[in-house]
């Protein structure tokens, strides 16, 4: 079946990086962009951006550009998410979700809690 | 304040109809940008609702629809039932921003 794997939990310190996967499994990893999307406590679903795993692009909500990096490694069918100067408000739970030309987000990962706190 | 809006919440009571209105504007779902519903369950990870203004994924029931008329869509569960009861969030493409955007989402209570 269709399934997204995803990293699992991280506590990080503000200031410090984090680095959260995704592994792609029952399709073609190249054949959908790999969206990121989090969600603060009791809060909305808010979209990072997405990545391409075919040429590697990517596009970004202007809210991350700069601290957020967007990668994969096709051989192992998996994407990454790099946010880096991380502070208290980006302790969320990260999502990776399947992407599709006309933009839906049909499949989507368990995902990550990122915990950042000194 | 997202850029697409939807009241926070809305209620009904068992086998009723509840409609949940998501508004954006002329940047988005008015400028002809596919609309979709994705329901949250508690502790859970969303899940795709409808897509395209009016469709249903394989293994959605049919109490769900979907429609979409101008700058505004929306989300009609008939027949509620209690395991109904979970967050709604629409979500389009926009163009001003030049990415995908969510509304700030509804909880569904079934009273």
């Given at each position: 079946?269709?399934?997204?794997?995803q990293?699992?939990?991280?506590?990080?310190?503000?200031?410090?990086?984090v680095k959260?996967?995704?592994?792609?499994?029952?399709y073609?990893?190249?054949?959908?962009?790999?969206?990121?999307?989090?969600?603060?406590?009791?809060?909305?679903?808010?979209?990072?951006?997405?990545?391409?795993?075919?040429s590697?692009?990517?596009?970004?909500?202007?809210?991350?550009?700069?601290?957020v990096?967007?990668?994969?490694?096709?051989?192992?069918?998996?994407?990454?998410?790099?946010?880096?100067?991380?502070?208290?408000?980006?302790?969320?739970?990260?999502?990776?979700?399947?992407?599709?030309?006309?933009?839906?987000?049909d499949?989507?990962g368990i995902?990550?809690?990122?915990?950042?706190?000194? | 304040?997202?850029?697409?809006?939807?009241?926070?919440s809305v209620?009904g009571a068992?086998?009723?109809?509840?409609?949940i209105?998501?508004?954006?504007?002329?940047?988005?779902?008015?400028?002809?940008?596919?609309?979709?519903?994705?329901?949250?369950?508690?502790?859970?990870?969303p899940?795709?609702?409808?897509?395209?203004?009016?469709?249903?994924?394989?293994?959605?029931?049919?109490?769900?629809?979907?429609?979409?008329?101008?700058?505004?869509?929306?989300?009609?569960?008939?027949?509620?039932?209690?395991?109904?009861?979970?967050?709604?969030?629409?979500?389009?493409?926009?163009?001003?921003?030049?990415?995908?955007?969510?509304?700030?989402?509804?909880?569904?209570?079934?009273?």
């Amino acid at each position: 079946q269709v399934e997204l794997v995803q990293s699992g939990a991280e506590v990080k310190k503000p200031g410090a990086s984090v680095k959260v996967s995704c592994k792609a499994s029952g399709y073609t990893f190249a054949s959908h962009d790999i969206n990121w999307v989090r969600q603060a406590t009791g809060q909305g679903l808010e979209w990072m951006g997405w990545m391409s795993p075919t040429s590697g692009n990517t596009d970004f909500a202007q809210k991350f550009q700069g601290r957020v990096t967007m990668t994969r490694d096709t051989s192992i069918s998996t994407a990454y998410m790099e946010l880096s100067s991380l502070r208290s408000d980006d302790t969320a739970i990260y999502y990776c979700a399947r992407g599709n030309f006309d933009s839906r987000m049909d499949v989507w990962g368990i995902g990550t809690t990122v915990t950042v706190s000194s | 304040q997202s850029v697409l809006t939807q009241p926070p919440s809305v209620s009904g009571a068992p086998g009723q109809r509840v409609t949940i209105l998501c508004t954006g504007s002329s940047s988005n779902i008015g400028a002809g940008y596919d609309l979709h519903w994705y329901q949250q369950l508690p502790g859970t990870a969303p899940k795709l609702l409808i897509y395209d203004n009016t469709n249903r994924p394989s293994g959605v029931p049919d109490r769900f629809s979907g429609s979409k008329s101008g700058t505004s869509a929306s989300l009609t569960i008939t027949g509620l039932q209690a395991e109904d009861e979970a967050d709604y969030y629409c979500q389009s493409y926009d163009s001003s921003l030049s990415g995908v955007v969510f509304g700030g989402g509804t909880k569904l209570t079934v009273l």
